[in-house]
Every structure is written in structure tokens, then in C-alpha cells.
């Protein structure tokens, strides 16, 4: 029978249950990644992440990652529209979105991921976060792979003019740009259909990091990798989680989530995508792939051809009330600080 000296004690722990601090209770963040589970990306950065943010919240906040729930394109609105808590994307895919965090993609920028994702970061804090481009969605951090360069399938680049006509795999934004700049019929498709395209001949090559040409496995679709000295342009990413979701958090853990973003998820990405660039180089250089630098008269070439952009981007940014000049201006300094 249920005795009063029970009755008490359940009642003194349903109080001590009622009294615990929301901080204590779980929350887990679905992170929808349309990445293979086996990229670097995955395995070096996000998976490691997510364990530090578990470790320092002491187990409030965990992330659960999921195959991807729709196409890596979509995960803007996946996120913003709680079909998923958080993602990673590529502005290029959504570029019309966020026209002034794209000059962080400029060409001839940054020699690294390292200075540029670091650049981008204290860039887009300081010229670019009261424009909102993220609106509708709560920004954690952002970054850029190393600089992008040009593959082929087999013809050698040493002149503008063997790029006249090539047919270029590219995500879309700066890459198209450029692509078009250089006489070259760009070809849309994600980046896990590149190698199927060029082995295929329905492109003759693709812009992009060595990192990433080597752990998409493309080495063997490519005969020749030519390395434009800071960056035939970037590509930048960004992580990105669901308001509501965020406010669902507790004070003490958005202050360490925030902590665990910004910057040092920059940084941390960054370190992962410049090893990656030394391996994926001294692997598809044993596999076949031959390597040369531009410089000399081709360089200069690509320099004079593709001045345009910077120009460009920035009047548009004036027109939206930022200091282009200013801004990038800064992004060099940051660079050259880093360097």
C-alpha cells in the first residue's frame, strides 16, 4: 500500500525533476548531408565538429546526421523551411541569393583555403552581415576551399587559346562567369555527376580545387591540371541551421554554438581543404594527371581577361549600399596578415 513517507518522496522528486534546468534537456539537431559519408568534408570536419559541440554543451546539443533530403541545391529551403535543422551548401548553387558574399570567390584572391576562409569570414562581419543575405535561415559559419584551377581530359593548356570552345563542368556563379569570359561552353551538374560527364565526353573539364578533383575520383578522367596561382576563382560554403531550431536552444548553448562557428569552423574546414590539396596533387600526379602552373604570358592573360569581375562586383555592391573597394580592400589585408 502506498504509504504518506512514500508519497512525500515521490512528490520531493517530481519537484527536483520540475526544477531542472531547461539547459539539461537534449536536443538534437538533424544535419541533412548530401555529401557521400566517406568525403573528407564529412569525415574530417563536420563529424569531428559535431562532436566538440556535444562535448562542450555536455551532451545538450547533438547532431544526427542524414543521408541527404533532397538535392544539394535545395537545402536552402530545407533548412529555412524545417524540413531539416542544418545543412551545409554552396553559394554558387543559390547565387542569385547572396550577390555580396560572392566576393569572396573573385579570382587571384588568396593562396590558400587557410587566409581566404578566415579573410571571408571577418569580411563578411565586417562589410556584408547587415545586408541579411541569410534571411530565413540562421548562419553559423562559412568558408572557402582552396583555389580552383583548371582540369581537362586531354588538352594541355598553355594559352587563352586552348580554352576556346572546351566544354567546362561548373556549379553555376563565378565559375559560369569566368567559363563564358574564356570562350567556354559551361555544363551544369552537380558535382558527384562530374566524372560520368567527362569520362562520357559530355564535358572536356572541370573547374575546381585539386582537393576536390581528387576526392571526387575524377584523377582518372583527367589528363592535365593547370594551377592558376591564388585561385582562378573560389568557391565558398557555408553551414547554416533553422531558426526555429536555433531558438529552441538554450542561451549557454547558442553562446558556445556560436563560439564553435564563426571563425573557428573556418579555420578548421580551411585546414582540412589545404592538406587535401597537397594529397589529392601528389595522388593524381602519380595516377597520370600532369601538372603545370600558369605564369608568364598566359597568366597575365587571365589576369587582363578576368579584371571584369572585381569591377563589376564591385558596383554592385555600391549599389547596395556596401564599399566594394573597401571591402575587398580589407579581405588583401586579411590575406596578407594570415600569410
Excluded: C
Excluded at 538533424?30 to 573528407?40: A, D, E, G, I, V
Amino acid at each position: 500500500m502506498f504509504s504518506a513517507k512514500s508519497f512525500m518522496a515521490a512528490v520531493g522528486l517530481a519537484a527536483i525533476a520540475a526544477a531542472a534546468p531547461a539547459s539539461a534537456e537534449e536536443t538534437v539537431i538533424r544535419f541533412s548531408n548530401w555529401l557521400p559519408p566517406t568525403y573528407p568534408l564529412t569525415t574530417d570536419v563536420f563529424v569531428p565538429w559535431a562532436e566538440k559541440l556535444e562535448e562542450e554543451t555536455e551532451g545538450r546539443v547533438k547532431i544526427e546526421f542524414v543521408s541527404g533530403l533532397g538535392s544539394p541545391q535545395s537545402h536552402f529551403d530545407l533548412v529555412r523551411n524545417g524540413v531539416a535543422d542544418m545543412a551545409f551548401s554552396v553559394h554558387a548553387y543559390n547565387a542569385d541569393r547572396f550577390p555580396l558574399i560572392m566576393g569572396v570567390e573573385l579570382p587571384f584572391l588568396a593562396p590558400d583555403s587557410r587566409s581566404a576562409s578566415v579573410a571571408a569570414w571577418r569580411t563578411y562581419e565586417a562589410f556584408f552581415a547587415d545586408a541579411n543575405e541569410y534571411r530565413g535561415v540562421e548562419l553559423i559559419s562559412l568558408w572557402n576551399t582552396g583555389p580552383a584551377n583548371i582540369f581537362t581530359n586531354e588538352t594541355e593548356i598553355s594559352s587563352l587559346e586552348d580554352l576556346k570552345g572546351l566544354k567546362v563542368r561548373v556549379a553555376g556563379g563565378i565559375a559560369k562567369d569566368v567559363a563564358e569570359r574564356l570562350n567556354m561552353v559551361p555544363v551544369f551538374a552537380p558535382a558527384t555527376e562530374a566524372y560520368e560527364m567527362i569520362s562520357r565526353g559530355v564535358a572536356d573539364g572541370i573547374f575546381f580545387p585539386t582537393e576536390s578533383a581528387f576526392n571526387f575520383r575524377l584523377g582518372p578522367a583527367l589528363g592535365h591540371g593547370l594551377k592558376v596561382p591564388n585561385g582562378l576563382y573560389f568557391s565558398s560554403q557555408y553551414l547554416f541551421m533553422n531558426p526555429r531550431t536555433w531558438d529552441r536552444l538554450s542561451e549557454e548553448d547558442q553562446v558556445i554554438l556560436r563560439r564553435l562557428g564563426g571563425e573557428y569552423l573556418a579555420a578548421f574546414a580551411a585546414e582540412m581543404w589545404d592538406e587535401q590539396d597537397v594529397l589529392g596533387e601528389a595522388e593524381m600526379g602519380a595516377g597520370g594527371t600532369a601538372f603545370s602552373v600558369a605564369e608568364g604570358v598566359l597568366m597575365e592573360s587571365l589576369a587582363e581577361e578576368l579584371a571584369v569581375f572585381e569591377r563589376q562586383w564591385i558596383e554592385m555592391a555600391t549599389e547596395r549600399g556596401v564599399d566594394g573597394e573597401a571591402a575587398l580592400a580589407y579581405f588583401r589585408d586579411q590575406v596578407e596578415s594570415l600569410n
